[in-house]
């Protein structure tokens, strides 16, 4: 699809949203929810596929950046990470592909509510993640971390929204990461992954590489401010930053599954349970 004509304010706002994506998705994930917002108010008439790719083969960058700027100040062990980098990969091309099979409607509805339990906890729980203490031997280590990217990879690719979160909130609850870690963790399997969603993305045509360009120049110099933040204020503020965006993607994810669709109104000669909704989601 040809990329839209862009007015200077309009390349202004979309640099922007991209800035602040990176800055967000390098401290603790769910950058999209700055990026793609803005993408939809520039380009309302657009299909969400075009913008789902753009935005994705931009961030991808801001991603890739912090993990390798996380990996130069956080030791994290390389060899247990290995494998989950290729479960990452494969499950995200398989949930990109089960995508076209099989409708997501019902993992919108229900992913509000696991969003929820996820804030709670972690709330709750004020410990949680201030100490980097692994529980696992590294065999246990590393096969938990394969399996955790498996499935969060084959989630991103067939849904999307909040998958850098799942990864640092499962990084600390399961394998005992502080918060600092999992974000640094998270950074290296979630690039993975959206570089899989990307290939699926291109091969369909819906990325807009001219655009893809500006954007990620900018999206990595948000990502190198939110890393650099993030390192210099340490695991605890990390958690607290966790938490705001996990509680930006309830509301968000619960006022697309159940505000929404409800105050759309049916099109014309269709009754309401024959209208198709368009699934706005937040890319991770």
């Known amino acids: 699809m040809t990329l839209p004509a862009l007015t200077p304010f309009e390349i202004v706002l979309v640099l922007l949203g991209s800035f602040f994506g990176g800055f967000l998705n390098a401290i603790a994930g769910g950058g999209g929810l700055v990026s793609l917002p803005v993408m939809i108010s520039v380009f309302p008439t657009a299909p969400l596929a075009s913008l789902f790719g753009t935005t994705k083969a931009a961030m991808v960058w801001g991603t890739a950046w912090a993990a390798r700027s996380y990996a130069q100040r956080v030791r994290l062990p390389w060899r247990r990470l290995a494998p989950a980098v290729g479960a990452a990969i494969g499950g995200s091309l398989l949930g990109a592909w089960l995508l076209t099979a099989f409708p997501s409607e019902w993992l919108r509805k229900l992913l509000p509510v696991l969003l929820l339990l996820v804030f709670l906890y972690t709330l709750a729980s004020r410990q949680l993640g201030r100490d980097h203490a692994p529980t696992h031997p590294p065999r246990w280590e590393a096969l938990w971390a394969a399996l955790i990217a498996l499935g969060l990879g084959l989630y991103d690719g067939f849904f999307g929204p909040g998958t850098g979160s799942f990864f640092v909130f499962l990084f600390v609850r399961l394998l005992g990461y502080d918060f600092l870690?999992?974000?640094?963790?998270?950074?290296?399997?979630?690039?993975?992954?959206?570089?899989?969603?990307?290939?699926?993305?291109?091969?369909?045509?819906?990325?807009?590489?001219?655009?893809?360009?500006?954007?990620?120049?900018?999206?990595?110099?948000?990502?190198?401010?939110?890393?650099?933040?993030?390192?210099?204020?340490?695991?605890?503020?990390?958690?607290?930053?966790?938490?705001?965006?996990?509680?930006?993607?309830?509301?968000?994810?619960?006022?697309?599954?159940?505000?929404?669709?409800?105050?759309?109104?049916?099109?014309?000669?269709?009754t309401t349970e024959d209208t198709e909704f368009t699934e706005d989601v937040v890319p991770s």
């Not at 950074?187 to 699926?200: P, Q, Y």
């Not at 954007?215 to 930053?241: E, I, K």
């Not at 994810?253 to 099109?267: F, I, L, N, S």
Request: aromatic share 12%.
């Open 181 to 270: 870690h999992a974000s640094a963790a998270a950074k290296l399997l979630n690039s993975a992954t959206n570089a899989a969603a990307i290939v699926v993305f291109a091969c369909g045509g819906f990325v807009w590489w001219p655009l893809v360009v500006p954007m990620a120049v900018v999206n990595v110099a948000g990502a190198g401010f939110g890393t650099w933040l993030a390192l210099h204020r340490g695991s605890s503020f990390v958690r607290r930053v966790f938490l705001v965006i996990v509680a930006a993607l309830i509301l968000k994810t619960g006022y697309d599954a159940y505000v929404a669709p409800a105050r759309q109104p049916p099109e014309a000669g269709k």
